[in-house]
C-alpha cells in the first residue's frame, strides 16, 4: 500500500518552454502532497506544500509563478515548471501522506522525475 | 531553523558487517523516520517511530527514537550488497493537517573495494 506514481520519469525540453510533471497516489487518498528537488549527491530540498483544494504553500526562495502547483483532486498534484531554464534542471520528487486511512504523517514519495532544461 | 546532523556521511561496508548510522537534532521532534533512497529513484520509507525510546526493526533493520526526543539511530545488521545506496534520516513535527519533513544530508553506504 502508499504508493505514488510520478510521470513523467524524465523530460527532457527547450529553454523557455513549460514542463508539467504528475504525481498521483495510487492506493490511498492523499490529503496532502509535497513536491522537492534534489541536485546531485544532496539531500531533498522542499518547494511547496498543497492540500487538495487548496492553495500550495511555497517554501522561501521558490517563485510561485514559477512552479505553478495544482491538486484538484486527492489522488492528483500537478507541477508546472513555466519558462524553463537550464539552472531548473533538477531532479523532482513529489510525496504524499494520508490522514483519511490512518497513515499518519510520514510521506511516501514517488519515483521521481528527472528534467533537463536543453 | 530546525536541522539535523548526520553521520557518517559516507562509509563503506563489506557484505556481512553491521552499519550504525545516526542523527542528531538541536530541537525535538515527535517522529523519525529513516528513508534509503537509490540512484535515480524516490526515497523508500524503512522505518518510522512515534515514541521517544521507541526501538523498531523492519528485518535486518533496527531503528530507535532517542529519549530526548533529538536523536535517532538506524543499524543494519549483516549487510548485503543491495543495501547499497544513501539513506536519509528525517524528523517530523506535526500539526494541524500537515507535517513537514527535515532531512538529514544523507549517509551513502558503498561496497568496499
Known amino acids: 500500500g502508499a504508493v505514488v506514481s510520478q510521470h513523467p520519469s524524465w523530460v527532457i525540453c527547450k529553454s523557455g518552454t513549460s514542463v508539467k510533471i504528475e504525481c498521483r497516489s495510487l492506493?490511498?487518498?492523499?490529503?496532502?502532497m509535497f513536491w522537492y528537488r534534489q541536485f546531485p549527491k544532496q539531500s531533498l530540498m522542499l518547494m511547496a506544500t498543497?492540500?487538495?483544494?487548496?492553495?500550495?504553500?511555497?517554501e522561501q526562495g521558490v517563485e510561485k509563478d514559477k512552479f505553478l502547483i495544482n491538486h484538484a483532486s486527492l489522488t492528483l498534484s500537478t507541477l508546472t515548471v513555466t519558462s524553463a531554464h537550464p539552472e531548473d534542471s533538477s531532479f523532482y520528487i513529489c510525496?504524499?501522506?494520508?490522514?483519511?486511512?490512518?497513515?499518519?504523517?510520514?510521506?511516501?514519495f514517488g519515483p521521481g522525475t528527472r528534467l533537463t532544461v536543453t | 531553523g530546525q536541522q539535523l546532523n548526520q553521520s557518517p556521511q559516507s562509509m563503506f561496508i563489506q557484505e556481512g558487517e553491521d552499519v550504525s548510522m545516526n542523527c542528531t537534532s538541536s530541537?525535538?521532534?515527535?517522529?523519525w523516520l529513516w528513508y534509503k533512497q537509490d540512484p535515480g529513484e524516490g526515497p523508500v520509507l524503512l522505518i518510522a517511530?512515534?515514541?521517544?525510546?521507541e526501538l523498531t526493526s523492519n528485518g535486518r533493520l533496527t531503528a530507535q527514537f532517542g529519549i530526548t526526543r533529538k536523536d535517532s539511530f538506524l543499524n543494519i545488521s549483516a549487510s548485503i550488497p543491495s543495501d547499497v545506496g544513501i539513506y536519509f534520516c528525517?524528523?517530523?513535527?506535526?500539526?494541524?493537517?500537515?507535517?513537514?519533513?527535515?532531512f538529514g544530508k544523507g549517509t551513502k553506504l558503498s561496497v568496499k573495494p
Open positions: 517511530l512515534y515514541k521517544a525510546g
Open positions: 528525517a524528523g517530523l513535527n506535526y500539526g494541524g493537517s500537515q507535517g513537514n519533513l527535515i
Open positions: 530541537s525535538i521532534f515527535n517522529t
Open positions: 510525496s504524499a501522506t494520508s490522514l483519511l486511512q490512518g497513515l499518519g504523517y510520514e510521506q511516501y
Open positions: 492506493d490511498f487518498q492523499a490529503t496532502t
Open positions: 498543497s492540500n487538495e483544494g487548496s492553495k500550495a504553500t511555497y
